[in-house]
């Protein structure tokens, strides 16, 4: 290098943790070509370096940008060496793209978050676009509610999110691997659901499996069950699942005519007809599920009279039956429980069986208080009292929802089935009690019986009443304590109790949960009797 020639100092950034210049890549490899060709320049026969005075340069403003704030130089002279050079550009190369990376990592996941969800969930989100049906033709666009509709509606009446537009299909839907989403979560990856040909039937199965919900949470024991037993017919699967996830889906998003729900109600009525005349090879018990599904949500989404007709034949076809309570017999008495009649005047016989179910239950009270009895059955003591895992079941509440605030949207609308699945688990347990009084034994069994299922499944934690009153029905103790009747009558006394007031349904209940505590009721069964014989 020439004497008169001044030392380079390159403005090359320097790492801001190993005090190393950094430029970018292509920049910083032409400086090095640069700077070695300079120094290499000179000869052997330059004359001796003069040893020259470095001045610090005064520095450039700065930008705001966060990397310039960061730069420091690094300076090149005679006695820097090949090597340090090449380190240094490798550093700074490696550290723009581990920059660049982290930009894009954060990017892709703001726009994975914005505009997809995760792989799987138990509540789907929306999709991108609507798959059109082989046998109906596609939801039109002007059955989608607009902002104001839906606003306008009872959604807001029930404290739930306004839904603009109803799920699509996944199409439309980019999936950077060979599987989709759904294929990736859905029940059914071999195709074995009967009577699911398009991904439009795929998304209703979906919506039972992980949408449909109560105010007490999933209850995914019943769901599973029903879906399991319909799976053993197509007719049984269309009544069940498809169309009533249809209906349901345009209740969801207040869609008064939709083509899809049109569909499968047309299908399953033309199906069950069919079944009556014998030209569909379908059995008893699978008729009577189907039955049993089309009086369901006929009853919610529907005409209740036609409800009335479903329920009647189902009855007539499983009424004769004893023994082991099959799948299908348990959804016709779960059907029958949880459905609302129309409201009429109740007769002076159904007044007079109410007001006696509580006289037999408040002598039950006085003969399990006995000292003897207490002695011998001692958890008949305890098994109703606050601490015990029944009480956050039976009692009056309150009851918060498991369910997140989000999905609230899916919890079924207009149907109270926990208080009602109560009043019929505190008549069930009543009459059971009732059934087995004769014997110590199996009195204290029926309650072991009944405080193993409520831990088994968690009830104490997640209450749910909809699930215990079905348990109940499976009747799933020894064959000494069970009563095929006592399913029955406990529905027909609770078709009675429908017809009551509300403030009456709710005293009729704190009467039955004292006696099963033991307690005298605060408002006794007299002044119950009085306020409903009495006249109006």
Known sequence: ???????????????????????????????????????????????????????????LPMSDDQSSRNQIFYFVDSNSSSREKRAHVMRHHVQEKRRQRKSSHSRADGDRRGSRPLRYSPWPHKRTDVDNHDDYESIAPQEVPSETSVNGHSLIRFGLPPVQSPPESVDGYQSPSPVTMLDASRKDPFNSLPGVYSRDDQELAD??????TYWSGQNKYIK??????AMSHPLCFQAVILTYCARWKAQLYNLQDSKEAHYHLDKAVQGIEEAKIGSAGVDEDNLALALSGMSLHEDRFGDKQVARKYEDQAVEILRSRSGTQSTVEVFMHYVRYVMIPPPMEMSEEGKRWLVSFLHAAEQLMHQHSTPSYLESVPQRRTAFQMDSPLFPLLSSGPRPSQVPQDYRMYVVRNAPTQEITRTAALIYITAALWDLAASENKTGRFLNHLHHLVRLHNLDRY?????????????????????????????????MHKQLRPDLQFQYNEILFSLLMLHPPIRGIDAFEEELLGPI
Request: negative net charge; hydrophobic residues 30%.
């Open 1 to 59: 290098m020439s004497a008169d020639r001044l030392p380079l100092a390159d403005s090359t950034p320097l790492d801001s943790t190993s005090g190393v210049r950094g430029t970018s890549s292509s920049e910083s490899e032409q400086q090095l070509d640069e700077l070695t060709n300079t120094i290499s320049s000179g000869t052997s026969s330059d004359p001796p370096q003069i040893p020259v005075r470095l001045r610090r340069r005064r520095h």
């Open 207 to 212: 919506y039972w499996t992980n949408r449909l």
């Open 224 to 229: 599973d069950l029903v879906f399991k037993a």
């Open 463 to 495: 209450p749910a009443c909809e699930t215990f009153i079905w348990l109940l029905l499976e009747e799933g103790y020894g064959a000494d304590l069970k009563e095929s009747e006592r399913g029955w009558s406990t529905g027909e006394l609770l078709k």
